[in-house]
């Protein structure tokens, strides 16, 4: 195991620049008020016209089906991180959309899977508690995927067909990325065979990316909320404190930069986040685990170029969310298999 970190390790990045086995819900242990944003939620006493309506909306699929582009097209902004790779979502993100007569609180969670590893299992437990805290469930799928390998997208989908259904919750399909499919009748057979697996699933082609179907499916998703009050004041827009938002917006960077040469052991953990009360000017202190040796050289890059792209992707955009001047320090250490290690995944949020 290597803790240390050394010269090359570090990045530091402000305005003025560079310096050197699938798991199977448990009902009988889960408790819905433990869902993120739950603690914190709860029907505000402000007056709202007759007929209001608040409640949870689970975002489903498997792994890469755009449900974090469509959280954040749903929001009208970036609250999930968004990257071509699958499976980067691995908690779950709440975003909140407040509209004049609703106000409709997402959970974007973790890809559905079958893959082993302790992490993966605690991802799919995540992924199936959204579904019970919910009070509409929307599964998003990957339909550029199902009509290029139309028997494995059937394979994929029906395997989550049983749980779906017996949840006995409101269930929506989001058909997404259907502006790639061409010709477009290709879609026609496969959302038949969608229909015959899903009964009384409501469909929806849409584009996330392109933000385009999405009324309809919003429609679909209010039709079946509860008449409530508000759950969260209408100014904000996630539960997801900065702390995360950062950690995600960093990985997400790092996921991009290094491509297909990092796999999925990699995590960001924020250990100092510091507001000076007179600049206002914010300090953040990021370490990046990676899970060998040889990951570590990939992420940092050759005279640290990978690692520097990043931290200043990432301190630019949280510069453009707060609104402040922002400070970024990156270290990268080398935990060594930490996507096993129990007490590593609870001190990431992970377990």
């Given at each position: 195991?290597?803790d240390d ?7 530091s ?9 699938d ?10 008020e ?14 709202v016209?007759e007929?209001?309506r608040?409640?949870?909306v689970?975002?489903l ?19 999930a991180?968004v990257?071509s ?38 991802l799919?437990?995540s ?7 919910a ?7 990957d ?21 779906l259904?017996?949840s006995?919750?409101?269930l929506?399909l ?12 290709a879609?026609?057979p ?7 697996a899903?009964?009384?699933?409501s469909?929806?082609?849409?584009s ?9 499916l ?14 969260f ?21 790092l996921f991009?930069?290094t ?15 510091f ?9 953040i ?13 990939i992420?940092i890059?050759?005279?640290?170029r ?6 200043t ?37 992970l377990?």
């Amino acid at each position: 195991m290597n803790d240390d970190t050394y010269p090359n390790d570090e990045y530091s990045e402000d305005e003025d620049g560079f310096s050197p086995d699938d798991l199977e819900f448990d009902p009988e242990n889960f408790d819905p008020e433990a869902l993120p944003g739950r603690e914190i939620a709860m029907p505000l006493d402000i007056e709202v016209p007759e007929g209001f309506r608040a409640g949870w909306v689970a975002l489903l699929g498997p792994p890469n089906a755009g449900k974090s582009t469509l959280l954040n097209a749903l929001v009208g902004q970036k609250v999930a991180i968004v990257t071509s790779k699958p499976q980067t979502t691995r908690t779950q993100v709440t975003g909140i959309l407040s509209r004049e007569m609703e106000q409709l609180v997402f959970f974007d969670t973790p890809g559905l899977h079958n893959r082993g590893g302790k992490m993966n299992r605690a991802l799919l437990q995540s992924a199936w508690q959204a579904l019970s805290g919910a009070d509409v469930v929307v599964l998003v799928l990957d339909m550029a995927f199902a009509a290029s390998r139309t028997a494995a997208f059937m394979d994929e989908v029906r395997d989550l067909a049983e749980p779906l259904l017996e949840s006995d919750r409101p269930l929506l399909l989001a058909l997404n990325k259907v502006d790639i499919v061409k010709p477009k009748d290709a879609l026609l057979p496969i959302m038949e065979e969608l229909a015959d697996a899903f009964p009384g699933a409501s469909l929806y082609p849409i584009s996330a990316l392109r933000t385009e179907g999405l009324p309809p499916l919003l429609d679909g998703m209010i039709e079946h909320l509860p008449e409530s009050p508000p759950l969260f004041p209408p100014d904000q827009v996630s539960t997801a404190p900065m702390r995360f938002m950062a950690s995600e917006l960093l990985r997400e960077k790092l996921f991009d930069a290094t491509r297909q040469e990092v796999p999925y052991s990699l995590a960001v953990d924020i250990e100092e986040w510091f507001e000076d009360p007179d600049t206002g000017r914010i300090s953040i202190s990021a370490v990046v685990y990676v899970a060998r040796q040889a990951h570590k050289r990939i992420v940092i890059g050759k005279d640290g170029r990978v690692l520097k792209e990043a931290a200043t992707k990432t301190r630019h955009e949280l510069m453009d969310m707060l609104g402040r001047k922002v400070h970024l320090e990156v270290w990268v250490k080398v935990k060594e298999n930490w996507p096993e290690n129990p007490a590593m995944l609870r001190q990431l949020g992970l377990g």
